[in-house]
């Protein structure tokens, strides 16, 4: 950990019950802003590009972490207004290669302290999360997953259908169902969290240690000195820099774009869905890898529904409803009670995927120019370990051992980190 | 049973010659044919319909439409419970049951009410702020705010009825029935153009069915009537009633939502309870109207508070009185003629509060003059006074543009209080398609810009509220959909002619100030509970974007998607930021416009008919005899056949030892197989194949391995030349498909010189494989002429026969590492070759065999299957690097070359047996010492185990790093899942015959 | 959901598509005379435009492939043609600006 670390938090005004109470006597009329809404500075020892979870919490840990204080992140729309708010929201590090294993299960580990940390309720809930087997093949990858996991140190389990019947009396276990559940792993420490939450509480705590975030400020442009980054022509003018730190998600190609390189890179639609509201019916979270559908019951007692990603490349933020169609045929079958709910929302996300479904965070050819991307299905349960690695790599010039394996020469020497059937979306 | 007290003795499209019966939380009711449950419930004064999500605050009905906030409510009960539904939307039927939600134990008394008195410590987003200690302390509170949120609650029993899905074309697709859609369909359908008009109300009419107006010198309705016979008549034109238009998607895919059962107590037999359309559509004309806006005051969520709209629609179409005495209150002239509605059916109207100090227009005030009812122009309600319901109102003067209220309040005495603040285009499915916004300041809303898509918006739903002008867009959106669909419109098709009514402009007032120094909650949303004052909050806070106030206070985000919250936040918004409408921007609408049920998305594709099942030719012959199956992939498969007593480790043993010594044989026919023709297919499977096949002699077979380009294996398997030009290629079960995917693709794409064609026939052969010692008399016994001795039909041969009097295709190849002979037939022959050759085995014993013998089999042999073949291996993982051709390029070839494949460090192919007898575990991971502190270093994994009968003892292949470095070595096969770690001996991967002399014979 | 125009069946729902990616990428003549960076170019990299895309799509009836230009923003698709030939005028392989 950084000497620089443990620094108080010197402008934020605390949450607790006690401001609550105090805040109601009057009124809520004295409530401080969560950030500011600074102007952007000429100059900056650091930019990141991208409001999202991944770039807000990049910037909250080379501030905290790293001392590095002069930093801007630019958001070309609303902070956390992309996958960050767009996702189903679940949280689990039982992957099965040691790279991905530990790189999300340092991002679980902040997860299980993030709230207290940002002192803003970011709502983890580690209610498990299972993954649910219909064959013997399923049943083997899982057993060899599980296995992997726990020797790794991550809490992982196999259950059998009585159990998960226990857990998830709603779902279908008969053994006539047209894909039977055979088994589950379980990882009990998996959940979900309120997504616009945690970007707010990185940004609330990012503000706070000074970072800048401009909001409605588009990058359109990367200006290079030779090999190396100068600053960032955006919408509201050119902002120099002496890094440049790109966490973009979807549109991670169009930026490489600008920087003068390609990327492994396809951006596809990924779709959810929510149902309305009802009592508490379902309390864990439950994964289909086979039939591509996954469910949990949000706060608000909204069924959260994903499905698997569009096949093609699309930056419209919404995919075909045949996909949707197939995954809600999955969850009925599955789940034959919610066959009278409904569909209250659908939507859809930009997600980047890389071909061996890991994500690149790391250096680019352009010298100081780094770029965070490529987290496919996945970058909501990384956000914070996420932002932890890659403001290491950022201030350090270099990446940390939790994310060298994950870089972008890769792609050269063929050192992948094949995690396809990592997430309940063929890619 | 109560009557209907404010049911209205006449009037009204309600049938009160058929009288029906229903329940409500307990209470039995009753209303007539032609009602909501909304109406009805208001008929019989039923005023408390539900209580809010946050606060549990007491709510009545709001409106009469798809808008309503409050009234929602479970139907039916078992298992056609259905939560959440909108009263308003509920048509009655006899015997329907309904109950209120959120709620305990009654909605009269609620002990969630409490949520109402601490509201104050409980502003937007106060969950954020709290709940945090002691760490890992949230899931204690969240239990109790789980089970304080949400709404109705979920059946516990599966789905009785069916659904439908129906996909539809047409040229002009109209959305919405009114005056300005049947227009539009009128002129479309009268072009010959294939028209569907769909709407989601029982009839047609739209906002007609509620309306006094005449069109054509008669009554509205009755026009309605002549233009809808006039459309049934057409045979271009289909209508669909009880149907909404939900998702508007790419290229004009519009869903259309028909509950085709839902106002029966249960769809009659063989009927779908709802049916989903996708209309793909050359042309959409949306007529989908107009919703009325709320105002914004203290207290304005008390029952009796009504949008005048729902209050005139109510009266008119319903013939039900929403009150006693009434005030009207509004910003615009629409809700005159609630007035005039009111007092022609029976309610008194105490007074119009208009915000407006120079009034309504004239026809708007002809008719306060006629009727006398006292006028307050300039002036406000400040509040709604009142327990249960409302009892009174408080007026003020506004002052300042409306920035404050002034002077001294009086109190006005009414229990209904109708309030307009003015209209919303329905821009939801215009929004859906991508289309863009454009604020109106004159109309005070958003309208339709610039269209995405083949699509054009017609009537109140772009803004055009008067029906005169309805009635003359929908002609010209009509005719023009048509036109360029590519129709002719008729020259004789006019607009209908109505009175044109001047109108004095819409005058925001988006929250009424409350008076100096006092508070009090002015909803913005009702359904939700987000107030005036929480949107200052959030903005105070920093949440100033729309979507940031949105998912802050969760305005808009209930189950009526804030069709009566979302302007009215957002203008509160930009008046707080001192910002236009315009640049706080809109949020996006998203689909549906209103739920879907679920089932109804996946309508027959439920159960057995969610995938299809993919048998074999001999499937019947299988189950003839009890065979026990497994699923792989879509296809069912014999997994072993146990005889009466016998457990499954006992018959799967038998079976594998039946072959080793004497001989049996399988259902290989879920193999891909695919033909490969043209006078370049041999130049073709050298591209796609890591090994040789220029040379393969016409009657001969060949294994080999085929790449991704990125040079891991995507399958093996054997093709043989059948003929100079045609090969006949094998796959493994599971990547069928994706082999055939993949030869199409390079065929077409990266090779189109080449002369070869693709042809998938898996489905078209069966395929059998009789493995053993003894298998070659077996087949000698049933070919029909032709030697298959070692001459005719060596190891790795390929012989026409026949058998049965089929014809036949013999290859001599094995998996098991048996001499062994697969057998093709064409499909149809399958069961009559099988048993033609179970019979010419019956001398040799010949046993029928499982997918679970055949794995035993090949792990013995060290052949690898797809637990190996996973996506992440290389042929030299296996020990295959000599059959790559070095002299020639293939698909892989030069990835296999990259650092990583080429002298990267790899796991590689090995076999493992078990040292002390246990069973090694399925999944195991091979470490070095399974108890090290973790993480425990892993070297390999096991891929396949199973119990080796011939070895007598547990057996794995693995695929294990530094593999020469570890053989002979004891490591451990560590399974944490199950609490084993057995140790196990490293040796080569050929457990049976390494020589492989018996394939050979 | 997407509605294609396949050159032999005429248009369907993407749903009796498959998708292939970008097109236009040749496979190298000589792989073996590329570097490591050249090849993992031609694998992996993609220019993954905002805008105009060019892409390959094989219907699944009469299972052949055929190049398709479609907007990656509004999905709009602007033009469907053959295997082996030149996308249509107007249209160059390049992302638009945004």
């Given at each position: 950990m950084h000497a620089t670390s443990g620094i108080p938090i010197v402008t934020m005004s605390k949450y607790s019950i006690f401001s609550l109470v105090r805040n109601a006597l009057g009124y809520h009329e004295n409530w401080p802003l969560a950030w500011r809404s600074p102007e952007p500075k000429a100059e900056y020892d650091v930019v990141i590009v991208g409001g999202g979870g991944h770039g807000l919490a990049t910037a909250y840990y080379l501030a905290k972490e790293h001392g590095i204080r002069n930093v801007a992140v630019l958001e070309k729309g609303w902070l956390g207004g992309g996958n960050t708010g767009r996702n189903t929201t679940i949280i689990r590090?039982?992957?099965?290669?040691d790279e991905s294993a530990a790189l999300y299960e340092h991002s679980l580990k902040l997860y299980e302290g993030l709230s207290q940390e940002l002192n803003f309720n970011i709502m983890f809930s580690q209610r498990g999360v299972l993954n649910l087997a219909h064959n013997l093949h399923d049943m083997r990858e899982l057993s060899r997953r599980v296995n992997a996991n726990r020797l790794n140190g991550i809490d992982s389990e196999i259950l059998t259908p009585e159990q998960i019947k226990a857990i998830v009396p709603i779902l279908n276990t008969s053994p006539t169902a047209r894909y039977p559940v055979l088994g589950a792993s379980l990882q009990r420490r998996g959940g979900t969290a309120r997504h616009d939450a945690v970007a707010w509480g990185f940004a609330r705590g990012a503000d706070a240690h000074g970072v800048d975030i401009i909001q409605n400020c588009e990058v359109t442009g990367i200006r290079r000195n030779g090999a190396r980054v100068e600053g960032v022509e955006t919408s509201r003018g050119y902002i120099a820099a002496k890094k440049v730190g790109v966490v973009v998600a979807g549109h991670c190609s169009v930026l490489a774009g600008m920087a003068g390189f390609r990327l492994p890179i396809e951006s596809h639609p990924l779709q959810a869905l929510v149902s309305e509201p009802v009592k508490p019916i379902h309390h864990s979270v439950v994964m289909s890898n086979a039939v591509h559908v996954y469910v949990s019951q949000s706060d608000k007692g909204e069924l959260v529904i994903g499905a698997g990603i569009d096949a093609y490349n699309s930056y419209a933020q919404r995919g075909s409803f045949a996909v949707v169609e197939g995954q809600i045929g999955a969850l009925v079958e599955l789940f034959p009670i919610f066959s009278r709910l409904r569909m209250m929302r659908q939507w859809g996300g930009i997600v980047d995927v890389c071909p061996d479904a890991s994500p690149i965070i790391g250096k680019t050819p352009v010298e100081n120019l780094f770029f965070n991307c490529g987290w496919g299905t996945g970058g909501f349960k990384a956000t914070p370990g996420s932002g932890w690695v890659f403001a290491h790599t950022i201030a350090t010039g270099e990446p940390h051992p939790l994310n060298a394996p994950f870089t972008l020469e890769r792609f050269t020497t063929g050192f992948l980190i094949d995690e396809h059937g990592a997430a309940a979306v063929a890619h | 049973m109560t009557s209907q007290p404010f049911r209205r003795l006449e009037g009204g499209?309600?049938?009160?010659d058929r009288p029906l019966t229903f329940r409500f939380d307990g209470s039995t009711f009753t209303g007539y044919a032609g009602d909501t449950l909304a109406s009805a419930l208001l008929a019989n004064g039923v005023t408390l319909v539900g209580r809010s999500f946050k606060y549990h605050r007491r709510r009545g009905i709001?409106?009469?439409?798809?808008?309503?906030?409050?009234a929602l409510a479970t139907l039916r009960e078992g298992n056609r419970q259905e939560p959440n539904l909108r009263a308003t939307q509920v048509e009655l039927f006899d015997g329907l049951t309904a109950s209120s939600q959120n709620r305990w134990p009654s909605l009269d008394f609620d002990v969630g009410g409490i949520n109402n008195i601490l509201s104050r410590f409980l502003p937007a987003g106060f969950y954020y702020k709290t709940f945090m200690w002691p760490a890992g302390a949230w899931m204690f509170y969240e239990r109790f705010i789980r089970a304080a949120a949400g709404l109705g609650k979920a059946p516990l029993l599966g789905d009785p009825d069916y659904y439908e899905r129906r996909h539809a074309h047409c040229d002009v697709l109209v959305v919405g029935a009114g005056p300005a859609g049947l227009s539009a369909a009128l002129a479309a359908g009268r072009s010959g153009a294939r028209v569907i008009l769909v709407d989601d109300?029982?009839?047609?009419g739209g906002s007609l069915r509620g309306d006094t107006a005449t069109i054509n010198e008669v009554p509205a309705l009755a026009w309605v009537d002549e233009v809808g016979g006039t459309l049934e008549a057409l045979e271009n034109v289909r209508i669909l009633t009880r149907a909404t238009a939900v998702g508007y998607y790419d290229q004009n895919l519009i869903t259309v939502c028909e509950r085709v059962a839902d106002h029966l107590a249960r769809p009659d037999p063989h009927q779908p309870r709802q049916r989903l359309w996708w209309v793909r559509a050359k042309r959409v004309v949306l007529a989908t109207g107009a919703i009325e806006r709320p105002l914004v005051f203290a207290n304005n969520d008390l029952p009796g508070v009504m949008l005048a709209s729902a209050v005139r629609t109510y009266q008119l179409q319903y013939a039900v009185k929403c009150g006693r005495r009434a005030v009207v209150f509004t910003n615009n002239d629409s809700a005159y003629s609630c007035v005039s509605a009111l007092m022609g059916g029976g309610v008194p109207v105490s007074a119009v509060v208009d915000t407006r100090a120079s009034g309504p227009g004239d026809a708007a005030r002809k008719i306060v003059d006629s009727s006398g009812v006292e006028c307050l122009f300039g002036h406000a309600v400040v509040g709604a006074l009142g327990r249960?319901?409302?009892?009174s109102v408080e007026v003020m003067a506004l002052a300042d543009g409306g920035s404050r209220v002034t002077g001294r309040s009086r109190v006005i005495d009414c229990d209904l209080l109708c309030v307009s603040g003015g209209w919303n285009p329905t821009v939801h499915l215009f929004s859906q398609s991508q289309g863009k916004l454009r604020y109106d300041e004159g109309l005070t809303s958003f309208v339709p810009d610039a269209s995405s898509q083949a699509e054009s918006s017609a009537g109140a739903a772009r803004g055009e509220l008067g029906l005169d002008a309805c009635l003359r867009g929908g002609i010209e959106a009509g005719a023009e959909a048509a036109r360029l669909a590519g129709f002719t419109p008729t020259e004789d098709v006019e607009a209908a002619r109505c009175d044109h009514v001047d109108e004095a402009p819409v005058e925001a007032l988006w929250a009424v100030p409350l008076p100096a120094r006092r508070h009090g909650k002015r909803f913005v949303d009702l359904q939700n509970d987000v107030t005036a004052e929480d949107v200052a909050l959030a903005d105070r806070e920093g949440y100033q974007s729309v979507e940031h106030l949105k998912r802050y206070t969760t305005l808009g985000m209930g189950t009526d998607q804030g069709r009566t919250s979302n302007v009215n936040g957002l203008a509160i918004l930009a008046g707080l930021r001192d910002s236009d409408i315009p640049s706080v921007g809109t949020t996006t609408f998203r689909p549906p416009f209103n739920p879907v049920t679920l089932g109804t998305i996946t309508a027959r594709e439920?159960?057995?008919?969610?995938a299809p099942l993919r048998l074999s030719p001999m499937h019947d012959w299988h189950a003839g005899v009890g065979a026990n199956f497994v699923t792989v992939g879509l296809w069912l498969r014999t997994q072993f056949y146990a005889r009466p007593g016998e457990a499954m480790m006992e018959a799967i043993n038998r079976e594998v030892l039946a072959v080793r010594n004497a001989v049996g044989m399988v259902d290989v026919s879920t193999l891909g197989k695919i033909e490969i023709q043209g006078r370049d297919a041999a130049e073709f499977l050298e591209r796609v194949y890591i090994n040789r096949w220029t040379n393969l002699q016409v009657g001969r077979c060949r294994y080999g391995f085929m790449l991704r380009e990125d040079g891991f294996i995507l399958d093996d398997g054997t093709t043989t030349r059948v003929a100079d030009n045609n090969f006949y290629m094998t796959t493994t079960t599971a990547q069928a498909g994706p082999v055939m995917a993949h030869l199409e693709y390079y065929a077409q794409t990266v090779w189109p010189e080449l002369h070869v064609h693709l042809t998938s026939v898996t489905d078209q052969w069966a395929g059998m494989a009789i493995a053993g010692p003894r298998s070659r008399e077996v087949l000698a016994a049933a070919c029909e002429g032709g030697d298959v001795g070692d001459e005719s039909l060596p190891f790795m041969g390929y012989l026409e026969s026949r058998i049965a009097g089929v014809p036949v295709r013999l290859f001599r190849m094995t998996f098991s590492g048996e001499m062994a002979y697969e057998v093709h037939t064409p499909s149809d022959y399958g069961i009559r070759v099988w048993e033609a050759l179970m019979a010419a085995g019956k001398d040799f014993a010949i046993t029928p065999y499982g997918t679970e013998a055949m794995s035993v089999l090949r792990i013995e042999k060290g052949h690898v299957v797809g637990a190996e073949l996973d996506g992440r291996t290389i042929p030299a993982d296996f020990g295959f690097e000599r059959m790559q051709k070095k002299d020639r390029d293939f698909i892989g070839k030069r990835s296999l070359e990259r650092p990583a494949l080429a002298y990267g460090p790899r796991k590689r192919f090995v076999g493992l047996i078990s040292e002390d007898g246990r069973k090694i575990p399925r999944g195991a991971q091979l470490v070095w010492n399974p108890t090290a502190p973790k993480p425990v270093p892993m070297l390999g994994h096991v891929s396949s185990t199973c119990y080796s009968p011939n070895l007598g003892n547990y057996i794995a292949l693995a695929l294990l790093e530094d593999a020469d470095g570890y053989q002979g070595k004891l490591l451990y096969a560590s399974s944490p899942l199950t609490d084993s770690h057995v140790p196990v001996r490293v040796g080569h991967s050929v457990f049976i015959d390494p020589e492989g002399e018996r394939a050979r014979g | 959901m997407l509605l294609i125009e396949c050159p032999w069946c005429g248009p369907r729902d993407d749903q009796d598509f498959t998708y292939g990616g970008e097109a236009h990428i040749a496979r190298p003549e000589r792989p073996e005379k590329l570097s490591d960076e050249q090849w993992g170019d031609y694998l992996f990299m993609r220019s993954n435009p905002k805008g105009t895309h060019l892409e390959r799509w094989v219907c699944n009836g009469c299972r052949r492939w055929f190049n398709v230009c479609r907007d990656t923003v509004t999905d709009e698709i602007t033009a469907v043609y053959r295997m082996g030939e030149k996308p249509p005028g107007a249209i160059k392989k390049a992302g638009r600006k945004s």
């Open positions: 590090s039982n992957y099965l290669w | 499209l309600i049938d009160r709001v409106a009469a439409g798809v808008e309503e906030p409050n109300n029982a009839a047609l249960q319901r409302v009892t439920v159960g057995a008919d969610l | -």
